[in-house]
């Protein structure tokens, strides 16, 4: 069971930026495709952006093309998500998530295709 910790949430002003990081335990996660995901008050959970093992493959829900950055650092057993130009809808709890199969260069877009996960931070969205 690998342990993922999220990090770099809270909160920004409408156009600003911020970036979130998910450290993750053990010794095989260059082998796993990461996910980060949202889920707002009263919403479903979110695919926002997610990235293949060697980062080379990337996913983007359309609302935050262009807007935010997935990378990773294998070195680091670190997955980022860079928010660039906050909107108001962006505001929800951010969870970062592993594939629950290794060794896929493309990263699945099901939430089912993930099965462990981070505790979540927060980011708010000030007007």
């Known amino acids: 069971q690998v342990q993922l910790v999220e990090s770099g949430g809270g909160l920004v002003q409408a156009g600003g930026s911020l970036r979130l990081s998910c450290a993750a335990s053990?010794?095989?996660?260059?082998?796993?495709?990461m996910g980060w995901f949202r889920q707002a008050p009263g919403k479903e959970r979110e695919l926002v952006a997610a990235?293949?093992?060697?980062?080379?493959?990337?996913y983007y829900v359309d609302s935050v093309k262009g807007r935010f950055t997935i990378s990773r650092d294998n070195a680091k057993n670190t997955v980022y998500l860079q928010m660039n130009s906050r909107k108001p809808e962006d505001p929800a709890v951010y969870y970062c998530?592993?594939?629950?199969?290794?060794?896929?260069?493309?990263?699945?877009?099901?939430?089912?295709?993930?099965?462990?996960w981070g505790q979540g931070t927060q980011v708010t969205v000030s007007s």
């Open positions: 053990g010794r095989t996660f260059t082998n796993y495709a």
């Open positions: 990235i293949g093992t060697s980062g080379g493959r990337t």
């Open positions: 998530a592993r594939d629950a199969r290794s060794f896929r260069g493309a990263p699945p877009t099901t939430l089912t295709s993930y099965d462990d």
